[in-house]
C-alpha cells in the first residue's frame, strides 16, 4: 500500500488540529492451548501467554506513536471467549482465580483493558457457560481490566431469551457490589457479535482467528466534524461524498500503522475497525457531527436520518480505503462517553426511547447509559430484549451496555471520570413487561436466515 507525501501531511493535520488518533490496537490471543486438568499450572500458562505477547504490543506500539507522530492511545487484549478454555474447572471459585489472573496479566504488561471473560450462548446455555455469568458479579467487581460479554442471539439462531433473562438480576447484584455501579459498564450483551471487534467491553477473540491476531479501530470524530463545519450549504450528497473521502484518509492511515505494527510483531494483520468512537474530550463527539449537519440537538426530529447518512458514508469511504474492514464499522453512539450526547440528555432533547431508534442505524447499539437503581430486573431484560431485536430482525450487530446505579433515579449524574465519563440516570418506562419476559425459550431466526 503506497502512501503519497499529500496523505501524509493531511494525517499531520488530522492530528495535530481535529483529535485524530488511532483509538485502540488490541492482540487478540487464543488460549485453547494453555487448557491444563492442573488449573494452578492452566492459569500459569494463560499468565504467562498474555503477558508475553501483551508486552510485545505495549512496546512496539510505542515505537511507531514516535515514529508517525499519530497517537495510540489504548493498548488492549482479547482472549477465547473464557467458558470455552473452563468446560473442566466448572466452579465459581475458578472463574474468579482466573479472571484475576488475566487482570495481572493485563496489568503487568501495561494493558488498559482485556476482553473475551464471556460466551456465546445464542441457542443455549452450557454448564460452564451458566457458571461464567453466576460469577460474573464477583469478577467485574474484583478485577480492574477485566471487561464481559454474552453473545445471546444471531439472525440465524434468533434471540435466546433464557439467556437474557438472566442478564437483568446479574446486572443489579453486579451493580451493588461494585462502586457506582461501574462493575456494570465493563459488561456488554451482542446479537451478532464480530469475532473481530477491537473495541472493549466487547472484544473476545473469536474461535475463526488464528493464534494471534492484531486489530486496529481507529476514530475521528473531530477530523469529520471539521469537515462537515467547512461545507455548511452542501446537500446530502454532495455531503455524503465529504464524508467518505474524509474516512478514507482515516481508514488509510489507521492501516498504515495497524500492518507495520503487526509487522514488527510478527503477527497477523486482522482488521481495521472505522467506526467513529467518542471520548470525553469536546471535540471527539459523534453527537456534535450530527449537530453540525445542521440539527439543534441530537435526539431532535431528523437525527435517525443524520445517523444513517453518517453511517453510510463511513463504511463506504472504509471500503474504498481497505480490503480489512472488519468490527463493528461504523458509528457509536455512546451516552457517558459523548460530551455532546450528554448534554442532550441533560437538555430533555434525548430520551431512552429516542436513542433506541437511532441504534437501528447505528453499528452497535444502547451504550453507556444509566438507568434507576430500582428498575426491576425483568424491565432491564425487556430493555436488553427490544435493542437485540432489532439486530436479530435487521441482521445487524447490535448491543446494550446498561449501568442500573443504586440510589439515583431520573436526573441524576454519575461521575466516572477518564473514559467511562459521566453517566445521565435516563427515565425508563414505568410499565411492566415481566410477564412477557417470563414466558422465556427462544425468539426464532427471521426467515432471512433462510439463505441456503
Given at each position: 500500500m503506497t502512501i503519497t507525501v499529500e496523505e501524509v501531511f493531511e494525517t499531520a493535520r488530522m492530528t495535530l488540529y481535529h483529535n485524530f488518533d488511532i483509538r485502540t490496537t488490541t492482540l487478540g490471543i487464543n488460549l485453547k492451548d494453555c487448557i491444563d486438568s492442573d488449573f494452578e499450572k492452566f492459569k500459569e500458562k494463560v499468565y504467562a501467554k498474555i503477558a508475553r505477547n501483551a508486552r510485545s504490543l505495549v512496546a512496539e506500539a510505542a515505537k511507531l506513536e514516535s515514529k508517525y507522530g499519530i497517537p495510540i492511545v489504548n493498548k488492549r487484549v482479547s482472549v477465547t471467549p473464557v467458558s470455552l478454555i473452563m468446560e473442566t474447572h466448572c466452579a465459581p471459585d475458578k472463574f474468579l482465580q482466573m479472571a484475576q489472573s488475566?487482570?495481572?496479566?493485563?496489568?503487568?504488561?501495561?494493558?488498559?483493558?482485556?476482553?473475551?471473560?464471556?460466551?456465546?450462548?445464542?441457542?443455549?446455555?452450557?454448564?460452564?457457560?451458566?457458571?461464567?455469568?453466576?460469577?460474573?458479579?464477583?469478577?467485574?467487581?474484583?478485577?480492574e481490566r477485566v471487561c464481559a460479554?454474552?453473545?445471546?442471539?444471531?439472525?440465524?439462531?434468533?434471540?435466546?431469551?433464557?439467556?437474557?433473562?438472566?442478564?437483568?438480576?446479574?446486572?443489579?447484584?453486579?451493580?451493588?457490589?461494585?462502586?457506582?455501579?461501574?462493575?456494570?459498564?465493563?459488561f456488554v450483551v451482542f446479537v451478532n457479535a464480530p469475532e473481530d471487534n477491537?473495541?472493549?467491553?466487547?472484544?473476545?477473540h473469536g474461535v475463526g482467528e488464528s493464534d494471534l491476531t492484531l486489530n486496529v479501530g481507529i476514530s475521528g470524530p473531530g477530523v469529520v466534524r471539521s469537515v462537515v463545519a467547512e461545507n455548511r450549504d452542501c446537500d446530502f450528497t454532495a455531503l455524503s461524498e465529504v464524508l467518505k473521502k474524509t474516512t478514507f484518509k482515516i481508514t488509510r492511515a489507521g492501516e498504515l500503522v495497524g500492518r507495520e505494527l503487526a509487522r514488527n510483531m510478527d503477527v497477523p494483520f486482522g482488521v481495521v475497525?472505522?467506526?467513529?468512537?467518542?471520548?470525553?474530550?469536546?471535540?471527539?463527539?459523534?453527537?456534535?457531527?450530527?449537530?453540525?449537519f445542521g440539527i439543534e440537538k441530537i435526539g431532535g426530529h431528523g437525527s435517525t436520518c443524520a445517523i444513517a447518512l453518517l453511517m453510510d458514508?463511513?463504511?463506504?469511504?472504509?471500503?474504498?480505503?481497505?480490503?480489512?474492514?472488519g468490527g463493528l464499522s461504523g458509528t457509536f453512539i455512546p451516552i457517558s462517553e459523548d460530551s455532546g450526547m450528554i448534554a442532550a440528555v441533560q437538555a430533555g432533547a434525548l430520551g431512552l426511547d429516542k436513542l433506541e431508534s437511532l441504534t437501528s442505524?447505528?453499528?452497535?447499539?444502547?451504550?453507556?447509559?444509566?438507568?434507576?437503581?430500582?428498575?426491576?430486573?425483568?424491565?432491564?431484560?425487556?430493555?436488553?430484549?427490544?435493542?437485540?431485536?432489532?439486530?436479530?430482525?435487521?441482521?445487524?450487530?447490535?448491543?446494550?451496555?446498561?449501568?442500573?446505579v443504586p440510589g439515583r433515579v431520573a436526573g441524576d449524574l454519575v461521575r466516572y471520570g477518564g473514559?467511562?465519563?459521566?453517566?445521565?440516570?435516563?427515565?425508563?418506562?414505568?410499565?411492566?413487561?415481566?410477564?412477557?419476559?417470563?414466558?422465556?425459550?427462544?425468539?426464532?431466526?427471521?426467515?432471512?436466515?433462510?439463505?441456503?
Open positions: 488475566i487482570d495481572r496479566a493485563a496489568a503487568d504488561a501495561g494493558i488498559s483493558f482485556i476482553g473475551g471473560f464471556g460466551a456465546l450462548v445464542q441457542k443455549g446455555l452450557t454448564r460452564s457457560d451458566a457458571m461464567l455469568i453466576e460469577s460474573l458479579p464477583e469478577v467485574l467487581a474484583k478485577t460479554f454474552l453473545n445471546v442471539g444471531s439472525n440465524i439462531a434468533g434471540l435466546n431469551i433464557d439467556a437474557v433473562n438472566l442478564i437483568g438480576p446479574m446486572l443489579k447484584k453486579t451493580a451493588r457490589e461494585s462502586l457506582n455501579a461501574i462493575g456494570c459498564a465493563k477491537p473495541f472493549m467491553a466487547g472484544a473476545f475497525d472505522i467506526s467513529l468512537a467518542s471520548t470525553t474530550a469536546e471535540g471527539d463527539s459523534v453527537a456534535r457531527i450530527v449537530e453540525s458514508a463511513v463504511k463506504k469511504g472504509g471500503a474504498m480505503a481497505s480490503g480489512n474492514i442505524v447505528c453499528s452497535v447499539g444502547l451504550d453507556m447509559f444509566g438507568i434507576p437503581g430500582d428498575t426491576p430486573a425483568e424491565t432491564i431484560n425487556a430493555i436488553i430484549a427490544d435493542e437485540l431485536a432489532i439486530g436479530v430482525i435487521n441482521n445487524k450487530t447490535t448491543a446494550v451496555r446498561v449501568i442500573p473514559l467511562l465519563g459521566d453517566v445521565p440516570i435516563m427515565k425508563v418506562n414505568p410499565f411492566s413487561a415481566r410477564d412477557f419476559m417470563r414466558r422465556g425459550g427462544r425468539f426464532p431466526a427471521p426467515v432471512t436466515s433462510l439463505r441456503n
